[in-house]
Protein backbone atom coordinates (compact mmCIF):
# COMPACT_ATOMS: atom_id res chain seq x y z
CA UNK A 1 0.00 0.00 0.00
CA UNK A 2 1.07 3.44 -1.39
CA UNK A 3 2.17 5.71 2.03
CA UNK A 4 0.63 9.33 1.60
CA UNK A 5 2.58 12.32 2.95
CA UNK A 6 0.59 14.94 3.95
CA UNK A 7 1.63 18.55 4.10
CA UNK A 8 0.53 21.06 6.63
CA UNK A 9 0.03 24.30 6.60
CA UNK A 10 3.15 25.09 8.48
CA UNK A 11 4.66 22.65 6.09
CA UNK A 12 3.44 24.46 3.19
CA UNK A 13 4.37 27.89 4.49
CA UNK A 14 7.86 27.12 5.37
CA UNK A 15 8.02 25.74 1.73
CA UNK A 16 6.78 29.13 0.68
CA UNK A 17 9.39 31.33 2.43
CA UNK A 18 12.21 29.04 1.35
CA UNK A 19 11.03 29.79 -2.42
CA UNK A 20 10.37 33.86 -1.84
CA UNK A 21 14.10 33.65 -0.40
CA UNK A 22 15.71 31.63 -3.15
CA UNK A 23 14.05 33.71 -5.91
CA UNK A 24 17.20 35.44 -6.68
CA UNK A 25 18.63 31.98 -8.23
CA UNK A 26 15.45 32.11 -10.74
CA UNK A 27 16.10 35.74 -11.91
CA UNK A 28 19.71 35.22 -12.30
CA UNK A 29 19.15 31.94 -14.27
CA UNK A 30 16.34 33.36 -16.68
CA UNK A 31 18.78 36.50 -16.83
CA UNK A 32 21.65 34.78 -18.39
CA UNK A 33 19.13 32.84 -20.65
CA UNK A 34 18.54 35.94 -22.25
CA UNK A 35 22.07 37.21 -22.30
CA UNK A 36 23.07 34.18 -24.09
CA UNK A 37 19.88 34.47 -26.62
CA UNK A 38 18.84 30.94 -25.64
CA UNK A 39 15.19 31.22 -26.39
CA UNK A 40 15.82 33.14 -29.80
CA UNK A 41 18.04 29.90 -30.61
CA UNK A 42 15.24 26.80 -30.04
CA UNK A 43 12.44 29.37 -31.45
CA UNK A 44 9.34 26.59 -32.37
CA UNK A 45 11.87 23.38 -32.58
CA UNK A 46 13.07 20.86 -30.18
CA UNK A 47 16.62 21.43 -29.76
CA UNK A 48 19.55 19.00 -28.33
CA UNK A 49 21.60 20.73 -25.71
CA UNK A 50 24.67 19.92 -27.91
CA UNK A 51 23.71 21.83 -30.38
CA UNK A 52 22.42 24.69 -28.13
CA UNK A 53 26.04 24.45 -26.68
CA UNK A 54 27.91 24.84 -30.08
CA UNK A 55 25.32 27.83 -30.93
CA UNK A 56 26.03 29.69 -27.48
CA UNK A 57 29.41 29.03 -26.48
CA UNK A 58 28.72 27.40 -23.55
CA UNK A 59 29.75 24.41 -21.21
CA UNK A 60 27.12 21.48 -22.44
CA UNK A 61 26.81 20.11 -18.97
CA UNK A 62 26.92 23.57 -17.24
CA UNK A 63 24.19 24.56 -19.65
CA UNK A 64 22.15 21.38 -19.47
CA UNK A 65 21.91 22.50 -15.80
CA UNK A 66 20.89 25.52 -16.19
CA UNK A 67 17.92 24.54 -18.80
CA UNK A 68 16.85 21.71 -16.79
CA UNK A 69 16.50 24.36 -13.51
CA UNK A 70 14.62 26.56 -15.78
CA UNK A 71 12.53 23.88 -17.50
CA UNK A 72 11.49 22.97 -13.24
CA UNK A 73 10.27 27.14 -13.21
CA UNK A 74 8.27 26.33 -16.38
CA UNK A 75 9.93 28.65 -18.41
CA UNK A 76 11.11 25.66 -20.50
CA UNK A 77 10.00 22.25 -21.08
CA UNK A 78 12.57 19.15 -21.32
CA UNK A 79 12.33 16.35 -23.48
CA UNK A 80 14.00 13.31 -23.62
CA UNK A 81 17.46 12.85 -24.25
CA UNK A 82 18.09 16.03 -23.15
CA UNK A 83 16.02 18.09 -25.65
CA UNK A 84 14.02 21.19 -24.85
CA UNK A 85 11.44 23.52 -26.13
CA UNK A 86 10.15 26.75 -24.79
CA UNK A 87 7.32 26.69 -23.05
CA UNK A 88 4.65 29.64 -22.77
CA UNK A 89 6.50 31.68 -20.36
CA UNK A 90 9.86 30.99 -22.48
CA UNK A 91 8.53 32.21 -25.42
CA UNK A 92 8.48 35.80 -24.19
CA UNK A 93 12.13 35.56 -23.83
CA UNK A 94 12.45 35.24 -27.72
CA UNK A 95 13.28 39.21 -29.21
CA UNK A 96 10.91 38.48 -31.55
CA UNK A 97 8.08 37.97 -29.95
CA UNK A 98 5.58 41.17 -29.54
CA UNK A 99 5.57 41.47 -26.27
CA UNK A 100 9.61 40.26 -25.32
CA UNK A 101 11.00 40.62 -22.41
CA UNK A 102 14.60 39.67 -23.35
CA UNK A 103 15.52 43.40 -22.77
CA UNK A 104 14.90 43.70 -19.43
CA UNK A 105 15.23 39.87 -18.53
CA UNK A 106 18.94 40.64 -19.82
CA UNK A 107 20.03 43.96 -18.06
CA UNK A 108 19.00 42.56 -14.47
CA UNK A 109 22.20 40.88 -14.45
CA UNK A 110 24.43 43.77 -15.90
CA UNK A 111 26.93 43.91 -13.34
CA UNK A 112 26.95 47.26 -11.38
CA UNK A 113 22.81 47.20 -11.40
CA UNK A 114 23.39 43.69 -9.39
CA UNK A 115 25.88 45.12 -7.00
CA UNK A 116 23.26 47.62 -6.21
CA UNK A 117 20.85 45.43 -5.02
CA UNK A 118 23.01 43.60 -3.16
CA UNK A 119 23.49 46.58 -1.18
CA UNK A 120 20.25 46.70 -0.04
CA UNK A 121 20.66 47.16 3.11
CA UNK A 122 23.06 49.81 3.23
CA UNK A 123 20.11 51.40 1.75
CA UNK A 124 17.42 50.66 4.48
CA UNK A 125 20.47 50.90 7.71
CA UNK A 126 20.87 54.88 5.84
CA UNK A 127 18.21 56.07 3.67
CA UNK A 128 20.90 56.54 0.64
CA UNK A 129 21.19 55.23 -2.48
CA UNK A 130 22.71 51.73 -3.06
CA UNK A 131 23.70 52.16 -6.49
CA UNK A 132 26.35 55.53 -5.45
CA UNK A 133 27.29 53.90 -2.41
CA UNK A 134 28.86 50.91 -4.30
CA UNK A 135 29.60 52.69 -7.40
CA UNK A 136 30.92 56.45 -6.14
CA UNK A 137 28.58 57.71 -8.97
CA UNK A 138 24.89 57.66 -9.89
CA UNK A 139 23.39 55.48 -12.16
CA UNK A 140 23.01 57.99 -14.84
CA UNK A 141 26.77 58.98 -14.74
CA UNK A 142 27.91 55.10 -14.00
CA UNK A 143 26.22 54.50 -17.74
CA UNK A 144 27.57 57.13 -19.69
CA UNK A 145 30.72 56.22 -18.58
CA UNK A 146 30.41 52.29 -19.40
CA UNK A 147 28.63 52.06 -22.84
CA UNK A 148 27.94 48.14 -22.31
CA UNK A 149 25.85 48.54 -19.14
CA UNK A 150 24.30 51.32 -21.13
CA UNK A 151 23.46 49.42 -23.80
CA UNK A 152 21.78 46.87 -21.88
CA UNK A 153 19.94 49.38 -19.71
CA UNK A 154 18.27 51.07 -22.40
CA UNK A 155 17.37 47.53 -24.68
CA UNK A 156 15.92 46.71 -21.01
CA UNK A 157 13.92 49.93 -20.94
CA UNK A 158 12.60 49.64 -24.31
CA UNK A 159 11.44 45.85 -23.42
CA UNK A 160 9.61 47.61 -20.47
CA UNK A 161 8.02 50.11 -22.80
CA UNK A 162 6.79 47.42 -24.82
CA UNK A 163 5.02 45.52 -22.37
CA UNK A 164 3.34 48.72 -20.86
CA UNK A 165 2.58 50.45 -24.23
CA UNK A 166 -0.39 48.46 -25.21
CA UNK A 167 -2.01 48.25 -22.02
CA UNK A 168 -1.51 52.20 -21.56
CA UNK A 169 -2.84 52.50 -25.38
CA UNK A 170 -5.99 50.10 -24.30
CA UNK A 171 -7.28 52.88 -21.55
CA UNK A 172 -6.43 56.78 -22.50
CA UNK A 173 -7.00 57.98 -26.17
CA UNK A 174 -3.76 60.43 -27.02
CA UNK A 175 -5.89 61.05 -30.61
CA UNK A 176 -6.88 64.68 -29.05
CA UNK A 177 -3.48 65.85 -29.31
CA UNK A 178 -1.92 66.92 -32.55
CA UNK A 179 1.78 67.53 -30.89
CA UNK A 180 3.04 65.40 -28.21
CA UNK A 181 6.16 65.76 -26.62
CA UNK A 182 7.86 62.71 -24.82
CA UNK A 183 10.06 63.98 -22.19
CA UNK A 184 12.97 61.31 -21.50
CA UNK A 185 11.10 58.74 -23.89
CA UNK A 186 14.03 56.81 -24.32
CA UNK A 187 14.62 55.21 -28.11
CA UNK A 188 11.07 56.27 -29.10
CA UNK A 189 9.21 52.86 -28.74
CA UNK A 190 6.24 54.56 -26.49
CA UNK A 191 6.28 57.42 -28.75
CA UNK A 192 6.47 55.47 -31.72
CA UNK A 193 3.56 53.31 -30.84
CA UNK A 194 1.51 56.48 -29.82
CA UNK A 195 1.88 58.24 -33.54
CA UNK A 196 0.66 54.59 -34.92
CA UNK A 197 -2.07 54.80 -33.95
CA UNK A 198 -2.67 58.30 -34.05
CA UNK A 199 -1.73 59.08 -37.55
CA UNK A 200 -2.63 62.72 -37.25
CA UNK A 201 -0.53 63.44 -34.67
CA UNK A 202 3.41 64.66 -34.46
CA UNK A 203 6.02 64.34 -31.79
CA UNK A 204 8.73 65.55 -30.17
CA UNK A 205 11.47 62.98 -28.07
CA UNK A 206 13.48 63.90 -25.69
CA UNK A 207 15.83 62.46 -23.95
CA UNK A 208 20.05 62.38 -23.31
CA UNK A 209 21.81 62.71 -26.43
CA UNK A 210 23.09 58.94 -26.19
CA UNK A 211 20.22 57.57 -25.72
CA UNK A 212 18.05 59.43 -28.55
CA UNK A 213 20.83 58.61 -30.45
CA UNK A 214 19.83 55.40 -31.01
CA UNK A 215 16.05 56.78 -31.87
CA UNK A 216 15.69 56.56 -35.61
CA UNK A 217 15.92 53.20 -36.14
CA UNK A 218 12.68 52.66 -33.92
CA UNK A 219 10.89 55.26 -35.05
CA UNK A 220 11.85 54.53 -38.57
CA UNK A 221 10.62 50.84 -38.31
CA UNK A 222 7.24 52.05 -36.84
CA UNK A 223 7.13 54.29 -39.87
CA UNK A 224 6.31 57.70 -38.10
CA UNK A 225 10.30 58.60 -38.56
CA UNK A 226 8.90 61.46 -40.66
CA UNK A 227 6.31 62.86 -37.92
CA UNK A 228 8.48 63.06 -34.70
CA UNK A 229 11.91 65.43 -34.42
CA UNK A 230 14.06 64.37 -32.10
CA UNK A 231 15.89 66.46 -29.58
CA UNK A 232 18.99 65.70 -27.16
CA UNK A 233 18.95 67.41 -23.98
CA UNK A 234 18.33 67.01 -20.25
CA UNK A 235 15.35 68.28 -18.65
CA UNK A 236 16.62 70.34 -15.87
CA UNK A 237 18.23 72.31 -18.58
CA UNK A 238 15.14 73.40 -20.28
CA UNK A 239 12.56 71.47 -22.11
CA UNK A 240 11.00 71.81 -25.92
CA UNK A 241 7.91 73.98 -26.11
CA UNK A 242 4.68 74.05 -27.57
CA UNK A 243 3.33 70.97 -27.66
CA UNK A 244 0.05 70.30 -26.51
CA UNK A 245 0.58 67.41 -24.38
CA UNK A 246 3.64 66.72 -22.72
CA UNK A 247 4.17 62.62 -21.52
CA UNK A 248 6.64 61.44 -18.49
CA UNK A 249 6.55 57.53 -18.74
CA UNK A 250 8.38 56.10 -15.41
CA UNK A 251 10.37 59.13 -15.24
CA UNK A 252 9.52 60.88 -11.87
CA UNK A 253 9.96 57.45 -10.26
CA UNK A 254 13.86 58.12 -10.69
CA UNK A 255 13.73 60.87 -8.66
CA UNK A 256 12.70 62.54 -4.62
CA UNK A 257 10.10 65.05 -4.49
CA UNK A 258 12.75 68.15 -5.04
CA UNK A 259 13.88 67.11 -8.48
CA UNK A 260 10.19 66.16 -9.44
CA UNK A 261 9.53 69.77 -8.59
CA UNK A 262 12.17 71.10 -10.22
CA UNK A 263 11.38 68.78 -13.55
CA UNK A 264 7.50 69.59 -13.18
CA UNK A 265 8.59 73.35 -13.46
CA UNK A 266 10.83 72.98 -16.62
CA UNK A 267 7.60 71.30 -18.00
CA UNK A 268 5.73 74.02 -17.05
CA UNK A 269 7.87 76.67 -18.15
CA UNK A 270 7.49 74.91 -21.53
CA UNK A 271 3.89 74.03 -21.84
CA UNK A 272 1.30 76.31 -22.94
CA UNK A 273 -2.00 76.87 -20.44
CA UNK A 274 -4.21 74.55 -21.07
CA UNK A 275 -1.84 71.89 -22.49
CA UNK A 276 -2.15 68.28 -20.78
CA UNK A 277 0.63 66.59 -18.65
CA UNK A 278 0.18 62.91 -18.92
CA UNK A 279 2.65 61.16 -16.13
CA UNK A 280 2.55 57.37 -16.37
CA UNK A 281 3.98 55.59 -13.83
CA UNK A 282 3.04 52.37 -11.09
CA UNK A 283 0.89 53.66 -8.88
CA UNK A 284 0.96 52.38 -5.03
CA UNK A 285 -1.85 50.94 -4.32
CA UNK A 286 -3.33 49.76 -0.58
CA UNK A 287 -1.41 48.09 2.16
CA UNK A 288 -0.97 44.63 1.65
CA UNK A 289 -1.47 44.40 -1.94
CA UNK A 290 0.36 45.47 -5.22
CA UNK A 291 3.60 43.12 -4.79
CA UNK A 292 4.93 44.74 -8.49
CA UNK A 293 4.72 48.21 -7.50
CA UNK A 294 6.12 48.06 -4.04
CA UNK A 295 9.32 46.29 -4.93
CA UNK A 296 9.56 49.01 -8.12
CA UNK A 297 9.73 51.12 -4.96
CA UNK A 298 12.40 49.29 -3.60
CA UNK A 299 14.58 49.24 -6.81
CA UNK A 300 14.19 53.05 -7.01
CA UNK A 301 15.80 53.29 -3.48
CA UNK A 302 18.61 50.74 -4.78
CA UNK A 303 19.06 52.35 -8.15
CA UNK A 304 18.48 55.89 -9.17
CA UNK A 305 17.46 56.98 -6.12
CA UNK A 306 13.78 57.63 -6.70
CA UNK A 307 10.12 56.52 -5.21
CA UNK A 308 7.11 55.07 -6.68
CA UNK A 309 4.08 57.39 -5.05
CA UNK A 310 0.02 57.63 -4.19
CA UNK A 311 -2.31 58.92 -6.85
CA UNK A 312 -2.47 61.93 -3.98
CA UNK A 313 0.97 62.31 -4.38
CA UNK A 314 1.07 62.69 -7.59
CA UNK A 315 -1.90 65.04 -7.11
CA UNK A 316 0.33 67.64 -5.02
CA UNK A 317 3.41 67.43 -6.78
CA UNK A 318 1.10 69.03 -9.46
CA UNK A 319 -0.48 71.30 -7.97
CA UNK A 320 2.41 72.69 -5.99
CA UNK A 321 4.22 73.44 -9.73
CA UNK A 322 1.17 75.00 -10.89
CA UNK A 323 -0.92 71.80 -12.63
CA UNK A 324 -4.63 71.19 -11.97
CA UNK A 325 -4.59 67.49 -11.26
CA UNK A 326 -7.40 66.10 -13.46
CA UNK A 327 -7.67 62.14 -13.15
CA UNK A 328 -6.15 58.70 -12.90
CA UNK A 329 -6.73 56.21 -15.30
CA UNK A 330 -5.60 52.40 -14.84
CA UNK A 331 -4.11 49.50 -16.85
CA UNK A 332 -4.30 46.14 -16.59
CA UNK A 333 0.03 46.52 -16.91
CA UNK A 334 -0.37 48.11 -13.36
CA UNK A 335 0.68 51.59 -14.36
CA UNK A 336 -1.97 54.72 -14.53
CA UNK A 337 -1.97 57.68 -16.53
CA UNK A 338 -2.12 60.61 -14.05
CA UNK A 339 -3.10 63.06 -16.09
CA UNK A 340 -2.84 66.96 -15.04
CA UNK A 341 -3.33 70.47 -16.98
CA UNK A 342 -1.01 73.76 -16.79
CA UNK A 343 -2.75 76.03 -15.13
CA UNK A 344 -2.02 80.05 -16.82
CA UNK A 345 1.11 81.09 -14.67
CA UNK A 346 0.68 83.77 -12.36
CA UNK A 347 2.05 87.29 -13.16
Known sequence: MRKVTIMSNADTTETAIYDLINSFRISQAVSVAARLGLADLIRDDVVSIAELATQSGTNPDALYRLLRALAAVGVLHEEADRHFRLDQMGQFLRRDHSRSVAGWAAFISEPSYWAAWGDLLHSV??????YRHVHGVDNWTYRSQHPEAAALFDDGMTAVADMVVGSVLDVFDFGPFPTIADIGGGRGAFLAAILSKHPGSRGILFDLPHVVAGADAVLG??????????????FFDGIPAGADAYIMK???HDWEDADCLRILRACRAAMPSGSALL???WALGPANANQSAKFSDLNMLVSPGGRE???EAYAALMTECGFAYQSETPSRSGRSVFAGTALPMQE
Open 250 to 252: SIL
Open 309 to 311: RTA
Open 279 to 281: LVE
Open 125 to 130: QSGENA
Open 221 to 234: KAGVADRCQIIGGT
